[in-house]
């Protein structure tokens, strides 16, 4: 069911939609508390209590905690002069196993699939994500979101691997058609904004990391600044401009 009046497109000509999935589709600590909970169990009793201890604090936003760009950056952090990286991986692993199985509590941001189901035909929809694929298809449907993605790509090492990802999700659109949403500045943003791509910053604590094309502290605030930036990419470009295109504009005058 279609909920908005965005026209339908060939897919050679629909923007790009690129979603981020912890934190952005598939919300709830959940998932870093599992993650945690398996490297605990390989760790001393002390240094596991004192995992959970500042992970909570990280979580709640506390003044006192470390900075770190997540939840996962956190734990391994934590954990990581303690532990090698295959057994980091491995707790990693299992934890995405659970969250498969629908044994770790999640949820969506409100109105996501009917936000997304009305985009359907007007923008290309990408789940593009550093997890691996173990639990993804999974969650998406545990979320009510199975059909509102039409691509998922898994293991994108962002932000590293978005130097090559990028030209391949644009296929020879301009910048200005891809718009890249997600909750970690780093990983999510600040290349595809540095390239002349639109941008939309879930700035959960509202630290104001870096510069978006749009920043709410949830999702379903920035619904509406998509379906403008869905409806006339150009227009968008106008009023929230990125690096490339105001150089792109000034080139012009």
Not at 21 to 49: I, K, M, N, Q, S
Not at 152 to 159: C, E, F, R, S, V
Not at 163 to 181: A, D, F, T
Request: hydrophobic share 45%; proline share 8%.
């Amino acid at each position: 069911m279609r909920t908005t009046s965005l026209p339908e497109r060939p897919a050679s000509l629909q923007p790009v939609l690129v979603l981020d999935f912890d934190g952005t589709v598939c919300l709830g600590d959940g998932p870093v508390l599992a993650y945690a909970d398996a490297v605990a169990r390989l760790l001393p009793a002390t240094a596991a209590e004192q995992l959970h201890h500042d992970l909570a604090l990280f979580l709640a936003n506390d003044a006192s905690a470390p900075a770190h760009k997540d939840g996962y950056a956190a734990v391994a952090a934590m954990a990581g002069p303690l532990l090698s990286a295959a057994e980091l991986n491995a707790a990693y692993a299992h934890s995405r196993t659970l969250l498969a199985s629908g044994a770790v509590d999640v949820s969506a941001p409100e109105g996501l699939a009917d936000f997304l189901t009305g985009l359907a035909g007007a923008v290309h929809r990408v789940l593009l994500t550093n997890a691996p694929a173990t639990g993804i298809a999974q969650t998406l449907d545990v979320l009510g979101l199975g059909g509102a993605v039409d691509d998922i790509i898994p293991d994108a090492n962002k932000p590293s691997g978005l130097v090559e990802l990028l030209p391949r999700l644009l296929k020879n659109r301009p910048p200005r058609e891809l718009l890249s949403v997600g909750d970690v500045w780093a990983n999510d943003i600040f290349l595809p904004w540095r390239h002349g791509c639109a941008t939309a910053f879930i700035d959960r604590f509202d630290h104001r990391t870096g510069p978006a094309s749009l920043h709410a502290p949830r999702f379903e605030l920035l619904y509406p600044g998509i379906t403008a930036w869905a409806a006339d990419p150009a227009a968008f470009a106008l009023s929230h401009p990125s690096p490339t295109e105001s150089l792109q504009e000034k080139a012009q005058l």
